[in-house]
């Protein structure tokens, strides 16, 4: 029978809100972009107190990267707000920090270069294969995303020496496994293609 509960279709999941608590997070760390790079400005890179705040308010920003992501899968608050936005504003952070710290002559330009073609290159890799899936961050991802986090902090942080030259170590693994990660996400991504074109 029509009206039998056994049969009847399960009601639709209630809509996520675009206000909750990740999207919230997210827009957050995007506002404090520009307070990171007031900081920045402000110290010159050489005001002690200043580079501090700067790289307090990196790391505290960068922790809400991984904050916002774990509330929106544990508690289904998922929005295309949030897929769209998380990643902006975590390219628009890396970005930032990494592109002042080449202006500021404390990393080669070639180093901001490699990392933000890198970031851009996957980004877009992961748009023109959306149809056919989605790429999953890798473990690799990740380590490739804590390195970069901690060399720029470590930049950041007015270390005396000779620890202040633990962080060209501390970058130079970040470019390698940035570098071969991109190269894993675009044979993943190719690999897709031709497996759903198949």
């Given amino acids: 029978m029509s009206g039998d509960p056994a049969v009847q279709a399960a009601p639709m999941p209630p809509p996520v809100p675009l206000v909750n608590a990740a999207n919230a997070i997210t827009a957050l760390r995007l506002v404090m972009v520009p307070l990171f790079v007031a900081m920045v400005i402000a110290s ?43 990643p902006i504003a ?36 992961r748009f023109w294969v959306i149809r056919y899936g989605v790429i999953a961050a890798s473990r690799g991802g990740k380590i490739k995303t804590t390195l970069q986090i901690l060399a720029i902090g470590w930049y950041l942080w007015p270390f005396p020496e000779p620890l202040s030259g633990v962080g060209p170590w501390i970058m130079a693994a970040a470019v390698v496994t940035t570098a071969a990660t991109g190269l894993d996400y675009t044979l993943r991504a190719l690999r897709m293609r031709a497996a759903a074109r198949a």
Avoid at 58 to 75: C, E, K, N, P
């Fill in 90 to 125: 975590d390219k628009a952070l890396t970005g930032a920090a990494l592109v002042l710290l080449s202006w500021y002559d404390r990393l080669p330009w070639w180093v901001t270069a490699v990392i933000l073609v890198r970031e851009v290159g996957v980004t877009l890799l």
């Fill in 44 to 86: 010159d890179m050489v005001a002690r107190d200043w580079r501090i705040a700067a790289c307090l308010t990196f790391g505290l920003a960068s922790l809400t990267d991984f904050v916002d992501g774990w509330i929106a899968r544990r508690y289904g608050l998922v929005t295309a707000f949030g897929k769209v936005a998380d």
